[in-house]
């Protein structure tokens, strides 16, 4: 029977595989000083598959700095911890779909990666901007592993591993993409085939972020750069003479495999102005208006595009397919002369039937919002001032996440004041979606004198928290208010899902067992027999053994009495578990009898070897499809 691991996946190990798909031939094994094997590749085998590679000393192209090679294997590295749950702190545990991660966000993206890959649709940043006052993650490679065990999980009275980048040091900017590196390679991993994320960044560090997005999603999948008109009022006074005054942020827009397809509304383009790609199906045109309309809210405007190189020029082949030129020829959508294609004309009002949807690459301050309305938006919603100044406004974000599907799950790992989660489920509210939010934040300490310590919060955790609570609070009242006035023959509005799972980032459920015979006093030993933590629950347990059966956090966790021992069944029986001591044939006799997918229990479940072969005969009597673990 198999043993539940307690770490997270080695994506090493699941690159082998993808290569191994790829190139059998390629695959060999190994000796470790252990003595077991195991597979790995052989590099000098791949060169020959691959051809002319770029190696040593051998002049490329490339982006780099000092500690990018421990950034990325940080990425790669295993973690022992676990997702603890926190009813208490949490809105409609039982129903909500919603989940709310409280811990560092890098250790966060490890622990969702085994479930949660390929099953985000949207992802949108905002990490610290790196002015030389903000601070960023201390993810201090150079530590040895006791050094970084030793944390386990918690935070010092500074915020934990949250260090200040005052523009005087050397490693400025290496430090900054060494922290931002690793988590978008994590966050690659979550995001679906036909994902999107979204990063707010200033100027500052701008076409850093931009060299690591395409470094990290590559740069066919750049989508935009989009301008968002933060302030109002520039505050640059020294520019000012120059006419150069700085009002705006950035937000890069890239997407994971494909470009998804934005149309710029007529009025963010001018006639003959290449500025602006678009890239939807016909790659990458430029726009000229040659016709208007009054209709739509945007005009409805006809386009016209000067397709770039689409055409079969001598040696190369249709980049849209001779069949589907042809066929947009015929229904008025292309121009072939002489077998190149010219031009394209497009109009908008076919956008719908093509799933294309209108989008700005410039956001104004009047449509959008400003960095002072969110401010407003979030002293009002906590009924004082929480002292920060940088808060994104609730309209930016729901015009961003309103461009991906209505049934969407939403990932935000630096959530802040958690403007992403109440814009969810303020647009949840306005337009029936069943969009569902996943933040992630370090619970970094609020400093004392802050305007936030005055008002009561330890911490950004619980300001992002109350922020849900008290805005979900208020669409529900909203929503019922509205219900009250709709006429005959409306359907009123259902009031959207404001809950959301509060679970915490901890060090291992488990105690480190692998000291030394010698180095363990009897009690220790005596204590090692439930390796289990003393502070440790069966609700703990079964949150990890979810990640591990890629059991989505926000599943239902139902708690059965079976003959005085409490089985866990989960997603509606998919998985049964019983961490109970002790476990009678009775109660896994039971457990089978609900043919789940899944059957987990403890080693201290059972009273002895004999039990351990009962508990997998017995599923093998009434559900040999059930996978039977021990944890």
């Known amino acids: 029977m198999e043993k539940l691991s307690h770490v997270t996946e080695s994506i090493l190990d699941e690159n082998v595989e993808k290569l191994a798909a790829l190139f059998p031939e390629v695959v060999t094994e190994v000796r470790e000083p252990d003595g077991s094997l195991r597979h790995t590749i052989d590099v000098d085998a791949l060169k020959e598959r691959v051809g002319d590679v770029a190696e040593g000393q051998r002049e490329r192209y490339q982006f780099t700095w000092p500690g990018k090679r421990e950034a990325k294997q940080e990425a790669y590295r295993q973690i022992d911890k676990c997702l603890r749950p926190c009813p208490e702190e949490s809105v409609d545990w039982d129903t ?24 985000v649709k949207m992802i949108y940043i905002d990490p610290p901007y790196n002015t030389g006052h903000d601070f960023i993650y201390d993810d201090d490679f150079a530590r040895t592993k006791a050094d970084y065990d030793a944390e386990s999980g918690d935070y010092d009275e500074e915020g934990g591993r949250l260090v200040a980048n005052p523009e005087s040091n050397g490693r400025f900017h290496s430090d900054w993409c060494s922290m931002m590196y690793p988590r978008l390679l994590l966050a690659r991993d979550l995001l679906s085939d036909d ?93 000229e208006i040659i016709e208007k309309s009054d209709a739509g809210t945007y005009g409805r405007e006809s386009m016209k595009f000067d397709i770039l190189g689409q055409g079969p020029r001598p040696g190369k082949r249709w980049q849209i397919g001779e069949e589907t030129a042809r066929d947009l020829e015929k229904r008025g959508r292309l121009e072939i002369v002489d077998g190149i294609v010219k031009k394209a004309v497009y109009p908008e009002d076919e956008a719908d039937k093509e799933k294309v949807t209108p989008f700005w690459t410039h956001l104004p301050s009047e449509k959008v919002g400003t960095a002072q309305s969110g401010k407003k938006e979030l002293n009002e919603l906590l009924e004082g001032e929480i002292g920060f100044d940088t808060v994104k406004p609730v309209t930016l974000l729901q015009y961003l996440i309103g461009k991906v599907e209505t049934d969407s799950i939403v ?144 599943a239902s966790i139902e708690k059965l009495d079976v003959d005085g021992c409490t089985v866990f069944s989960v997603d509606g029986g998919r998985l049964i578990a019983c961490f109970d001591r002790d476990v009678s044939v009775e109660v896994m006799t039971a457990m089978a009898k609900m043919e789940p997918d899944y059957a987990v229990m403890r080693d201290a479940s059972f009273a002895g070897d004999d039990a351990v072969s009962n508990f997998a005969e017995i599923f093998k009597n009434y559900s040999s499809i059930t996978e039977v673990e021990v944890i």
Not at 101 to 111: P, R, V
Not at 202 to 219: H, M, P, V, W
Not at 485 to 504: A, C, H, T, W, Y
């Open 96 to 119: 909500t779909q919603n989940l709310y991660i409280e811990g560092d966000n890098l250790d966060a993206l490890k622990l969702l990666r085994n479930t949660y890959a390929g099953k």
């Open 195 to 287: 994902g999107v994320i979204f990063t707010s960044i200033s100027r500052a560090e701008l076409e850093s972020l931009g060299l690591l997005l395409r470094e990290t999603f590559g740069t066919t999948n750049e989508v935009a750069c989009l301008t968002w008109e933060s302030v109002t009022q520039p505050t640059n006074a020294g520019a000012a003479k120059y006419g150069a005054q700085q009002k705006s942020e950035f937000i890069y827009l890239f997407s994971r495999f494909g470009r998804r397809s934005f149309v710029l509304p007529i009025e963010e383009v001018k006639v003959g102005d290449s500025r602006y790609p678009h890239n939807g199906r016909f790659g990458k045109c430029r726009f």
């Open 411 to 554: 990932l935000d790992f630096f959530s802040g004041s958690a403007t992403t989660a109440h814009a969810v489920m303020q647009l949840n509210a306005e337009d029936g979606g069943n969009r569902k939010f996943i933040m992630v934040q370090l619970p970094e300490v609020c400093d004392e004198k802050s305007e936030a310590a005055k008002a009561g919060y330890k911490n950004i955790c619980e300001i992002g928290k109350e922020r849900i609570r008290r805005a979900g609070k208020k669409i529900a009242s909203d929503v019922e208010k509205s219900n009250r006035q709709f006429k005959l023959g409306e359907e009123p509005k259902k009031v959207p899902d404001i809950g959301f799972r509060v679970l915490k980032i901890d060090s291992s459920n488990f105690e480190d067992v692998s000291a030394e015979p010698g180095e363990l006093s009897q009690d220790a030993m005596l204590r090692f027999s439930d390796n289990l933590k003393l502070d440790r629950t069966p609700d703990d347990l079964i949150i990890q053994v979810m990640l591990k059966k890629q059991i989505e956090l926000s």
